[in-house]
């Protein structure tokens, strides 16, 4: 299993729960940009799991299928990313430069407008995308 284990000095800057496809089934997952990378992570699907729910309750509950650890699926390098499309109305697809099997895509499906993605990932690529400053702290009285 792949995982996502963030480098020496490399900054998040953007995380955001998306969905991806795993066993033609769409599950949850996690679509991360740091200050070097694009990251993508979904749900493996947990045999124990499902088959415990499947033994507790009679009406199996798909959502427990999806409810394992997420795995790294897909990262690329911030200067290999060609261009991001909207396919359907949630479905983002990412690309890298390259053609037939030099090339990586994938894709996502995510409640976020694709014009937002569309502006995130031109900032991302221009080095001007910044993480999301801390809010701030109110003191409340009692």
Do not use: C
Request: aromatic residues 6%.
């Amino acid at each position: 299993m792949a995982r996502y284990v963030r480098e020496s000095g490399e900054v998040e800057l953007l995380k955001e729960t998306v969905e991806g496809v795993r066993n033609k089934r769409r599950v949850h997952g996690v679509l991360i940009l740091t200050d070097r990378r694009l990251v993508v992570q979904i749900a493996r699907p947990s045999p124990l799991l499902g088959w415990l729910v499947g033994l507790v309750s009679p009406l199996y509950h798909p959502a427990a299928a999806d409810a394992g650890p997420l795995e790294m699926t897909h990262q690329i390098d911030r200067a290999k990313l060609d261009s991001v499309e909207a396919h359907d109305r949630q479905m983002i697809a990412f690309h890298t430069k390259g053609e037939g099997h030099g090339q990586t895509s994938f894709a996502v499906y995510s409640m976020t407008p694709f014009d937002v993605w569309q502006l995130r990932i031109q900032q991302w690529l221009a080095g001007t995308l910044a993480a999301a400053p801390l809010p701030q702290a109110r003191l409340v009285e009692r």
